[in-house]
């Protein structure tokens, strides 16, 4: 164990201690006396002296000193029992820390790093004991104490587990603490006086790896966009490394792929998932995918075990898993032994008298007069309570019904009959299933096939040779002998023999049945009667997308077999894409569907068809068939790590592995049945209904293999894919007893020279030997690593897409544009880290166009307008940021896209003088501005805008002066009025009065601030009295005309204006009131009126000019963009300082005020 640090004096009087080993740092010394059989005097004594002490005061007889060069004084930092236990301290030293510590220049240094590494260790294991004990986790509370402090995140932000370990800078080691939460990795270190937080988003990661450095043998890499961050000294690595695995995963699964995760709702909420959860995900995951079964179901047990086996005569070790429908067993031994039992075919669970050669015994009886025995099963009482409830649920919701026309077989030895399998008597689930189903449904509904559509094309296959035949009756023969011994349904023993049997090529006559044994659709097919025959049904005469592309490629799937070239099987084929287009809308119809199901109609009747398509589309194949087929890229990008690993040389020369791709996809689409002939690859499909996706893998890489060479010398990627191509090609199978059917998806059929044959079985073979060692566990892993690269690379796509649209229409640099994208996205995703979803804020919708797969609602685009904008007004850039919104939510959906925000943020910076003034405009009249504004429904009082203030223009010679100078400049803006698409109305004097303060509030805390606050004044005054001008116009009726027409009237010549006309006689009131409140409706000033008036100014004009630097902003930004939302939340939490949103009418910010100042952080935020 390891020990607090305390100092020891090695050279004493008494030589206790004999050195074991030793190395620059480290000494690992045995106490005297331990060990020695015939030991000299001072053993003996000190022996003597052990025995005679205290137990509390005896000293272990092992133990590590911590050995710091050229000094007399040494620490114990470990000790142990036993030489085993010492050893395992002393190779982790070796592994973590002894290469470590040559990059320290001062040897306290040394000793400080080891000794806090040491504690740190200790205080790892103590709270994993805690853990294990489910004792009072005072730890844990004290960890998320410091958490919280440290990070300042908002409450709703969970840690799940803590771990101490090193984050290394270059060479140089900094010793802290990691903190795994729902959303984030946190790591924090406080080392020699400098502090260190480091904060990565899950959603951030592109790769996470376990490797080696120079000084580490292993270590986690955690891969950002931009940078590598290597944790290392992990107490417990793997676990560690399993942890992040799985929050990753499920963080970006959550959040980025919602289409394949809605199925697991136990995650869905981020705030109660919890180390045990992540831990049971992975172990419900591996027992879903080991034995295939529906995502539904959930693992209630895993227990040690030993089940009879009758075949080998003993008793087999493993492990039994119940679950909410289903008993299997797992040997310990791979491959040696599988069994599932769905609860829906047990009789009876019973408990056996317990004896010394048959401990804690169990029988579980199934309905085919087969009982399984288990053993050794700890905790057998409550295991078998549960199993009991269970069972009694399941046959509740699916009763089961006896067929008495059958007894022969319900009377039948326990491992049935040796008799042919013959359809009428496989498989007992179908024949004791609901009379509504099976041959019983086919009477009712005239229009379901009644058999498999190969019977109706036997006897045009009958001219194969006989000895085709006959190897088929030599299949069937061996397969009913492994019936007798292994039992003959879905409950069968399944174990390397079958494995072999499969290999070889099932029997066209138990194809289809097999089939559904091996997949669990009969059960399925079972526990439904009647669902398929109402889904067609339902789906008969519907017209939509799904259905007019399941009629274009019907004629496409499989056109060269006969059993297509009519309507019944076209009919058949189109039934069962509709029905299941029904049934899951979210797939609807995928290409490739059709040449699965086309295959599976040959083999099996169509409900069963029906029923092997949901098994493979559900569960066989998880993912495929969606919108992105993330599963498939999944799978491929799992095949080239696979490719790098068994066939390096292949690897070597092919730098681009990713070449292979438009061949090898389809492999794993359609399982090769479109790039091999028909004949040879229902061999394959009969592997992967037994054996998975693992038989795909095998068989691919065996396919590589066999062409390497071929491969090695190809000149290019076209030419290597025309080597596959023919090699697939000519993949022929002898044993079949059909004629051949070519694959009409071959590149090409008109060789100039004969291709050599490959048999299908001996390439299978090959495949099982070759590269059939692979565990479901190890590919499951291997899943999980690269769905996190293939989403991260969709994310870089549609990000790519984004820019690549938005580029060309602004001037902001495109690596800027890079930064803002992530600031937009980053906004999104807190919000679906924190908040609650909200309707007007969906999630990531990756089926939506690359531009619209992120969207912000007003609140989260107020944050950003407040990080990134250079408009801020102080307390008034929220009213702003709204006002923003309102005027970019064109389609009034109350969100908006990255396009909008950043074409926005393109005038502000970029934009000339007149897009700005003309933005601010459009941001003080409706829809910017509406009558329920924060802002507006108290009318800026300031002595500034009165009218009597003189006005003042400088080396003006009066008011002649002034108007003449304003006329010129409307004259020159009025030949760009033709040019505008749409005349902007004009601004009315409340909406006039809410520019004036937007403007103000910009200048407060510019350099030029009494510069600026003159111009205005001068302008606003000038403004005030055009307006009163038109005002007094409009109400003695000479320019009724005018008036009448409304925003026509900007289209007038400028002699025609207004403002102007008979602007010499006309006399301004200088004492008037400046709002008179009954004339208000009356009072308006044009967009021309305001830019000529400001162009009067020249610290006006220089302010609108001036160039701003976006770059500081976007530092700025991401160092902030978390603290603001942090704050707002914080406030949030508090009723009576809850923040109003963009969507509340009314109210007052003045109570924000008061609100406690929060403590910030400075982040490190890895992008």
């Not at 080392?191 to 990565?200: F, M, N, Q, Y």
Request: charge should be negative.
């Amino acid at each position: 164990m390891w020990l607090k640090p305390e100092e020891v004096l090695l050279k004493n009087a008494l030589k206790l201690w004999v050195t074991q080993k030793s190395s620059c740092y480290f000494i690992l010394q045995r106490r005297r006396g331990h060990g020695e059989a015939g030991g000299r005097l001072t053993g003996r004594l000190v022996g003597a002296l052990d025995a005679v002490l205290d137990s509390s005061a005896r000293v272990a007889p092992f133990r590590i000193l911590l050995q710091v060069p050229g000094s007399q004084v040494y620490s114990s930092i470990a000790c142990g029992a036993t030489l085993e236990e010492i050893n395992q301290h002393w190779d982790w030293l070796e592994q973590n820390l002894l290469h470590t510590l040559s990059v320290f220049d001062n040897k306290d240094d040394i000793a400080s790093f080891v000794k806090g590494k040491v504690k740190a260790l200790i205080a790892e294991e103590t709270s994993s004991r805690l853990a294990e004990l489910e004792e009072e986790p005072e730890k844990f509370r004290e960890a998320l104490v410091k958490f919280e402090a440290r990070f300042n995140f908002p409450e709703a932000e969970k840690l799940v587990t803590y771990y101490s370990c090193c984050c290394w800078k270059g060479r140089v080691p900094r010793q802290g603490w990691l903190y795994l939460s729902t959303n984030h990795l946190c790591f924090y270190s406080f080392l020699l006086g400098k502090e260190l937080k480091l904060v990565v988003p899950w959603v951030d990661i592109q790769k996470l790896e376990r490797t080696s450095n120079v000084f580490l043998t292993d270590t986690i890499r955690i891969t950002t966009q931009n940078k590598e961050r290597d944790f290392s000294m992990f107490l417990n690595l793997h676990e560690v490394f399993k942890i992040m695995e799985q929050l990753a995963d499920v963080t970006l699964r959550r959040l980025l792929d919602n289409e394949g995760f809605d199925l697991d709702p136990d995650l869905q909420e981020p705030s109660q998932i919890t180390k045990r959860d992540l831990e049971a995900r992975a172990q419900n995951e591996f027992f879903r995918a080991f034995f295939r079964l529906p995502r539904r179901e959930k693992l209630h047990a895993v227990v040690d075990c030993s089940l009879w086996t009758p075949f080998s005569r003993c008793h087999t070790a493993g492990r039994m898993f119940t679950s909410d429908s289903y008993i299997c067993f797992a040997s310990k031994e791979d491959s040696c032994c599988n069994v599932i039992l769905p609860l829906r075919e047990v009789v009876s669970i019973e408990k056996m008298e317990d004896t010394s050669l048959l401990p804690n015994p169990i029988i579980v009886s199934i309905r085919s007069k087969m009982a399984f025995q288990f053993i050794e099963l700890k905790d057998r009482d409550s295991l078998v309570e549960g199993l009991l409830v269970r069972l009694k649920q399941v046959h509740a919701d699916h009763p089961v019904h006896y067929n008495t026309s059958r007894d022969e077989d319900m009377t039948s030895p326990m491992f049935h009959s040796t008799s042919m399998c013959s359809d009428h008597k496989f498989g007992d689930l179908e024949m004791v299933s609901s009379p509504n189903s099976g041959d019983s449904g086919t009477e009712k509904i005239p229009w379901l096939s009644p058999a498999a559509l190969i019977t109706s094309c036997r006897w045009s296959a009958s001219q194969s040779p006989d000895a085709s035949m006959s190897r088929e009756q030599i299949k069937i023969s061996l397969w009913n002998d492994h019936f007798v011994e292994y039992g003959r349904t879905v409950c069968m023993f399944r174990t390397e023999k079958i494995r072999k049997l499969v290999a070889m090529g099932i029997p066209e006559s138990l194809r289809g049945k097999l089939w559904l044994l091996f997949s669990d659709a009969v059960t399925e097919l079972a526990c439904h009667p009647g669902y398929y025959n109402s889904l067609v049904e339902a789906s008969m005469g519907k017209c939509c997308l799904v259905t007019e592309e399941i009629e274009r490629d019907l004629h496409r799937s499989l056109p060269e077999h006969p059993a297509f070239q009519n309507e019944t099987g076209i009919a058949a084929l189109r039934r069962v894409l509709t029905a299941y287009a029904h049934r899951n809308p979210k797939i609807g119809y995928c290409q490739s569907m059709n040449i699965l199901t086309s295959v599976l109609l040959l083999y099996a009747k169509e409900e069963e068809a029906f029923w092997l398509l949901v098994a493979v589309c559900e569960r066989m194949l998880p993912d495929y068939f969606s919108h992105r087929v993330i599963g498939a890229q999944v799978d491929q990008s799992v095949f080239e790590e696979l490719i790098k690993e068994r066939l390096p040389e292949l690897a070597e020369h092919m730098h681009d592995l990713t070449a292979l791709a438009p061949i090898s996809l389809s492999w794993f689409l359609t399982l090769f049945l479109s790039i091999m002939p028909l004949e040879s690859a229902v061999n394959v499909v009969d592997c992967f209904f037994y054996d998975g996706i693992k038989a795909i893998f095998q068989l691919g890489l065996a396919v590589l293999e066999a062409n390497a060479e071929d491969l090695c010398s190809s000149k290019d990627d076209g030419q290597a894919l025309m080597v596959l191509s023919r090699f697939l090609d000519h993949i022929k199978n002898e044993d079949s007893p059909g004629p051949p059917i070519g694959s009409h998806h071959a590149f090409f059929s008109d060789d100039q020279e004969p291709h050599p044959v490959t048999d299908i079985a001996d390439l299978i073979r090959d495949s099982y030997e070759k590269f059939g060692d692979r565990s479901v566990a190890q590919i499951e892993h291997l899943r999980c690593k690269h769905r996190v690269r293939v989403l991260q690379g969709h994310e870089d796509i549609t990000k790519q897409n984004v820019l690549r649209v938005v580029i060309p229409d602004v001037s902001i640099l495109p690596e800027d544009l890079e930064e803002l994208y992530d600031l937009f996205k980053r906004e999104h995703m807190m919000s679906c880290y924190w908040e609650r979803p909200r309707p007007l804020a969906p999630r990531h919708d990756p089926s939506r166009p690359y531009a619209e797969q992120y969207r912000i609602d007003a609140r989260q685009f107020a944050h950003l307008f407040q990080l990134v904008s250079p408009w801020t007004c102080g307390a008034h850039t929220q009213i702003l940021a709204q006002r923003t919104f309102r005027l970019l939510d064109d389609n009034v959906d109350h969100l908006i896209e990255f396009k909008a925000f950043v074409s926005c943020l393109d005038i502000m910076y970029n934009g000339e003088m007149n897009e700005k003034i003309k933005l601010l405009y459009r941001l003080h009249i409706p829809p910017a501005l509406t009558e329920n504004d924060q802002d507006s429904q108290s009318p800026l009082k300031n002595p500034l805008l009165s009218t009597s203030r003189p006005l003042v223009l400088g080396k003006s010679n009066g008011d002649a002066d002034y108007q003449k100078q304003l006329k010129q400049m409307i004259k020159d803006l009025a030949k760009e009025k033709d040019k505008t698409e749409k005349e902007l109305p004009k601004m009315s004097q409340r909406e006039f009065i809410q520019f004036c303060k937007t403007l103000y509030s910009m200048f407060h805390e510019d350099p030029e601030e009494n510069n600026l606050y003159q111009a205005i004044a001068t302008v606003t005054t000038l403004l005030l009295q055009i307006g009163e001008v038109g005002q007094l116009h409009s109400s003695s009726g000479s320019c009724s005309q005018e008036c009448g027409e409304g925003l026509q009237a900007s289209a007038l010549s400028p002699e025609q204006d207004s403002v102007f006309a008979e602007a010499d006689t006309a006399t301004i009131p200088q004492d008037s009131h400046a709002f008179p409140e009954e004339a208000e409706g009356d009072w308006t000033v044009s967009l021309e009126h305001i830019l000529a008036s400001l162009l009067t100014e020249q610290p006006l004009v220089n302010f609108f000019e001036k160039p701003l630097d976006i770059k500081s902003k976007l530092e700025n930004a991401k160092t902030n963009q978390y603290n603001l939302k942090t704050v707002e939340m914080s406030r949030q939490s508090q009723p009576e300082l809850k923040l109003r949103t963009a969507e509340q009418d009314g109210g007052s910010l003045s109570r924000v005020g008061h609100t406690k100042a929060q403590p910030t952080v400075s982040w490190v935020i890895s992008p």
